[in-house]
């Protein structure tokens, strides 16, 4: 199993701030991907972000909108750049050590006024 | 990746066995079967994975039949701490996690 920390659980931000979202396992992993969770809704893939290559996005998410850094095998951070309403969520931190299953952070939800 | 269709939601009683069935019509020679489970305000856990033929843990069973064309994630005797989300995901090793609209099960007393 994987125990994984993600600061902030919550927050409100203002429209037009940058919010980074951090994410801390409590060991190694190769495959962490970040998720966004509308309330009442699927979770749908931002990007995957593996150590050692640079992050890869899914349709419809931009490197610009959303900047990731995964620094080592155990941190990753997201950031949610010049926030909207649109961007109130939940976003969510995953890691896998390969196979089908992933690991789960409790979430960070995110509010923008 | 194969597309998987679930039931929106379901009812059930304590007590009860609760099957959802997912269907992936076009499942891959490499795809793996795999379930989640989400509770509110919290991120899915992994409940079971299987190839073919049934699995069994400690929390469920999956049943997949010979042509893995559909899976039945089978919960005996539930309870209202099983009201949650139950996700199904078909996709090979190693791969990108990419979530359906799961189905909603509702445990009433």
């Known amino acids: 199993s994987a125990v994984i920390s993600q600061k902030p659980s919550r927050d409100i931000c203002q429209r037009g701030t940058s919010l980074t979202i951090q994410c801390q396992v409590d060991?190694?992993?190769?495959?962490m991907f970040w998720y966004r969770q509308q309330p009442g809704q699927s979770l749908t893939l931002i990007a995957t972000?593996?150590?050692?290559?640079?992050?890869?996005?899914e349709s419809g998410f931009v490197i610009d909108k959303f900047p990731i850094s995964r620094p080592n095998l155990t941190f990753s951070t997201l950031t949610v750049s010049n926030m909207s309403p649109e961007d109130s969520s939940i976003y969510l931190c995953s890691v896998s050590r390969g196979g089908t299953e992933a690991f789960f952070g409790q979430g960070t939800r995110l509010t923008v006024v | 990746l194969a597309k998987t269709t679930q039931p929106i939601s379901m009812d059930s009683y304590e007590g009860q066995e609760v099957n959802i069935t997912c269907s992936h019509n076009n499942i891959a020679t490499n795809d793996y079967i795999t379930w989640y489970q989400q509770f509110p305000s919290q991120g899915p856990r992994f409940i079971i994975q299987g190839y073919k033929t049934k699995v069994t843990n400690e929390v469920a069973s999956l049943f997949i039949p010979a042509d893995r064309k559909s899976s039945t994630l089978s919960l005996p005797r539930v309870s209202l701490s099983d009201t949650a989300v139950y996700y199904c995901?078909?996709?090979?090793?190693?791969?990108?996690?990419?979530f359906g609209a799961g189905t909603r099960l509702t445990v009433k007393p």
């Open positions: 972000a593996n150590q050692g290559s640079e992050a890869t996005y």
């Open positions: 995901l078909v996709l090979p090793y190693n791969n990108d996690m990419r």
């Open positions: 060991s190694q992993v190769t495959m």
